[in-house]
């Protein structure tokens, strides 16, 4: 019997060792299994969303001038993808939208930046921060068309005014939120203030940063759409508007089909670089 019992020992220490790899694999299959629930939810959700609504415009239970239904959007979007008319007011709303989602971001997190280095400008600048956050930006975008022209100028600038101030306030707040015994500690070993934001404190906000980008691109998109109903001749905002002008409300539900889709592309890689970034750290 000892002899057995010693013989069973590498064996079972063996598997004692295999014990955090087996816990690892079943934690991966775990997280794969609710992955794919999640997708095939997702799906289910969007099926049943759009086969409601073709149900509610084929039977009228909504009055489908104003709404449509799904498959007479998909013609539409069919035709116009056909002859090509599609692709120049999606090439410039994404052009606009990814500027100004860039520039929002850059010179968000940089004035975020500014005001952290200098606690005197942070303080004089606080009110005028939030008096522009709380200004409709609608209301600005006569100004901004009468001083950069009618043109992707002033749709860019409507778009900056819509994500700068809220990338600022986010990540400057998520600067102040940084835990101070890290700061004293960069101190105490004779850390500059240069070493202490790029060792303590840009790392510590970096999930919000992230989480400003996702924020960025629909904030983006809000303010290009407003700056092309204001000015623009071309776009997926002109012809939401022009579809409203027309009576084509098609025309409107396609924009705004096609505006989801692009929208979705530039989220999901937005999450792409989230990825790469955290595995780079």
């Given at each position: 019997?000892?002899?057995?019992?010693l013989q069973d020992l590498p064996e079972n220490?063996?598997?004692?060792?295999?014990?955090?790899?087996?816990?690892?694999?079943?934690?991966?299959?775990?997280?794969?299994?609710?992955?794919?629930?999640?997708?095939?939810?997702?799906?289910?959700?969007?099926?049943?969303?759009?086969?409601?609504?073709?149900?509610?415009?084929?039977?009228?239970w909504i009055d489908v001038l104003l709404f449509?239904?799904?498959?007479?959007?998909?013609?539409?979007?069919?035709?116009?993808?056909?002859?090509?008319?599609?692709?120049?007011?999606?090439?410039?709303?994404?052009?606009?939208?990814?500027?100004?989602?860039?520039?929002?971001?850059?010179?968000?997190?940089?004035?975020?930046?500014?005001?952290?280095?200098?606690?005197?400008?942070?303080?004089?600048?606080?009110?005028?921060?939030?008096?522009?956050?709380?200004?409709?930006?609608?209301?600005?975008?006569?100004?901004?068309?009468?001083?950069?022209?009618?043109?992707?100028?002033?749709?860019?600038?409507?778009?900056?005014?819509?994500?700068?101030?809220?990338?600022?306030?986010?990540?400057?707040?998520?600067?102040?939120?940084?835990?101070?015994?890290?700061?004293?500690?960069?101190?105490?070993?004779?850390?500059?203030?240069?070493?202490?934001?790029?060792?303590?404190?840009?790392?510590?906000?970096?999930?919000?940063?992230?989480?400003?980008?996702?924020?960025?691109?629909?904030?983006?998109?809000?303010?290009?759409?407003?700056?092309?109903?204001?000015?623009?001749?071309?776009?997926?905002?002109?012809?939401?508007?022009?579809?409203?002008?027309?009576?084509?409300?098609?025309?409107?539900?396609?924009?705004?089909?096609?505006?989801?889709?692009?929208?979705?592309?530039?989220?999901?890689?937005?999450?792409?670089?989230?990825?790469?970034?955290?595995?780079?750290?």
């Amino acid at each position: 019997m000892r002899n057995a019992n010693l013989q069973d020992l590498p064996e079972n220490a063996a598997g004692g060792n295999n014990l955090p790899e087996r816990i690892h694999t079943a934690h991966l299959v775990r997280k794969r299994k609710v992955a794919v629930n999640v997708r095939v939810t997702q799906l289910i959700i969007l099926i049943a969303s759009l086969g409601l609504w073709e149900v509610a415009g084929r039977l009228k239970w909504i009055d489908v001038l104003l709404f449509s239904y799904p498959s007479k959007v998909f013609v539409l979007l069919g035709t116009k993808i056909a002859d090509g008319s599609i692709f120049p007011h999606m090439g410039y709303t994404v052009v606009e939208t990814v500027v100004g989602f860039i520039l929002g971001t850059l010179c968000g997190t940089a004035l975020a930046m500014l005001l952290w280095w200098s606690p005197f400008l942070s303080r004089v600048l606080d009110p005028y921060i939030v008096v522009l956050n709380s200004m409709p930006k609608v209301a600005l975008g006569p100004l901004f068309i009468v001083g950069f022209g009618p043109g992707i100028l002033s749709i860019v600038a409507t778009t900056l005014s819509v994500t700068v101030i809220i990338t600022t306030l986010v990540v400057y707040g998520s600067f102040r939120e940084v835990d101070d015994n890290y700061v004293k500690v960069v101190r105490i070993f004779g850390g500059t203030r240069s070493e202490v934001f790029r060792h303590v404190i840009l790392p510590a906000s970096f999930p919000t940063i992230v989480a400003t980008l996702k924020a960025n691109v629909g904030l983006a998109w809000v303010g290009v759409i407003v700056g092309e109903f204001l000015v623009s001749k071309m776009g997926l905002g002109y012809l939401i508007v022009y579809g409203f002008q027309v009576f084509n409300f098609t025309l409107v539900m396609a924009s705004l089909v096609v505006i989801a889709l692009v929208a979705t592309v530039m989220y999901q890689a937005v999450v792409y670089l989230e990825k790469k970034l955290i595995s780079r750290r």
